[in-house]
């Protein structure tokens, strides 16, 4: 079975600072890896995706995220937080079989 | 390309009816994805309609039913409608299905009110 953790509900980050948001996975055979952002009343909005190659993936709006297979992690990263940054972002894992996991959702919030 | 539009936008229903909701995909895409959302239960995968199959199903009762038209647009159908089945209803489209490298683009959602 797959699954996929955010250990943080919510990420308090202030504007400027650099940030982390954290997602672990586990899946047999390779991961597929996915970011999504949703702002309120609104749908998901695709970020950025490891299918295979270079572990560090950049994608839209300045976010990148880091695939570490020893660690099993793919955490989603921005050098200089905005405050329309703010949304909830999930981490997901797809597999050929057609089966996808996300996570639970975190919560960022960047203050200014 | 227009983005993946999703009909009705908000919907009020009470126990015992039920409801439909529709699905249109990105154009050029063949593949629908259905996704319930919930504060309790957060993204949960309902099913994927392929050419006109479903391909994939989640772990939701029968009440839960869909189905994909030539052009691709989906629709899914709740019957017998619970308090629980208050939910963001998602779909999402994506090129092909089977390939999990292609990336899924939602559509804004259908916010299903049961009272």
């Known amino acids: 079975a797959q699954s996929v953790a955010q250990p943080e509900d919510q990420v308090n980050v202030a504007e400027g600072n650099p940030l982390t948001v954290k997602c672990t996975y586990s899946v047999s055979g390779n991961p597929y890896l996915f970011w999504y952002v949703q702002y309120p009343n609104r749908g998901l909005q695709f970020l950025l995706k490891?299918?295979?190659?270079?572990?560090l993936v950049k994608g839209s709006y300045g976010f990148e995220a880091e695939f570490n297979k020893s660690q099993t992690s793919f955490h989603l990263k921005k050098p200089s937080a905005l405050v329309s940054d703010s949304a909830l972002y999930f981490c997901a894992v797809f597999t050929n079989a057609g089966k996808s996991t996300f996570g639970d959702g975190t919560t960022l919030t960047v203050k200014p | 390309k227009a983005g993946v539009t999703q009909t009705p936008r908000y919907l009020i229903k009470t126990r015992g009816q039920q409801v439909t909701l529709s699905c249109s995909p990105i154009?050029?895409?063949?593949?629908v994805s259905w996704y319930q959302q919930t504060p309790g239960q957060g993204l949960q995968f309902l099913f994927e309609?392929?050419?006109?199959?479903?391909?994939n199903k989640g772990n939701f009762p029968g009440r839960f039913s869909g189905r994909q038209f030539s052009n691709s647009r989906s629709e899914m159908n709740v019957s017998t409608l619970e308090l629980g089945d208050s939910a963001l209803y998602l779909c999402?489209?994506?090129?092909?299905?089977?390939?999990?490298?292609?990336?899924?683009?939602f559509g804004p959602g259908t916010r299903l009110t049961v009272l």
């Open positions: 999402a489209s994506s090129l092909e299905s089977g390939r999990a490298g292609d990336t899924q683009y």
């Open positions: 154009s050029g895409h063949r593949s």
């Open positions: 490891y299918i295979t190659g270079d572990n």
């Open positions: 309609y392929f050419s006109e199959t479903q391909r």
